[in-house]
């Protein structure tokens, strides 16, 4: 725990928006981007406890996210890689399929252009780990910007 460390721009930006007295108590945790998916899924799986006494468990990031390609008009369209790889999130989202999502990499160049870096996508396994069989999956925001960047938002 480092108190000093204060919270990422991935936490604050949406916390801000979302709780903007700063009324809530906030715990980050950091991403070990040494581990593969399954060990961050596993986590998420592991605070489902928490998510089930009523506590919020938000992983902010992107679906896609590469800003090497991005293209900076308002009105670019999604890149073709970045469009399939949305849409196998938002089938893999909805239709609970937690292992096709945890191995994203093997969607190939797809997922090579869509996840350069894993920081971004890895929160969306957290919070999928607490999904239970029985709950279900609400995407609440879609659509690209830039053509390379994804925000999805989903709810469990």
């Not at 000093?4 to 809530?24: C, E, S, Y």
């Not at 800003?67 to 469009?83: C, E, H, I, N, S």
């Not at 089938?91 to 292992?99: A, F, Q, V």
Request: hydrophobic content about 45%.
């Amino acid at each position: 725990m480092d108190h000093a460390w204060g919270l990422d721009h991935g936490t604050w930006q949406v916390a801000i928006h979302l709780f903007p007295q700063a009324d809530v108590p906030v715990v980050q945790l950091s991403i070990d981007a040494t581990q593969p998916p399954r060990f961050h899924y596993e986590i998420g799986q592991r605070l489902a406890s928490l998510r089930d006494a009523g506590v919020l468990i938000l992983g902010s990031g992107n679906v896609v996210h590469n800003l090497g390609t991005a293209v900076r008009r308002d009105d670019a369209p999604a890149f073709d890689w970045a469009a399939r790889f949305s849409d196998f999130v938002r089938r893999g989202i909805l239709s609970h399929d937690h292992e096709a999502l945890i191995d994203f990499a093997s969607r190939g160049r797809d997922a090579a252009l869509a996840v350069p870096t894993a920081e971004h996508y890895l929160p969306l396994l957290y919070v999928l780990g607490t999904q239970g069989p029985a709950d279900s999956a609400e995407i609440f925001v879609e659509g690209s910007e830039y053509g390379s960047l994804d925000m999805m938002s989903v709810a469990v």
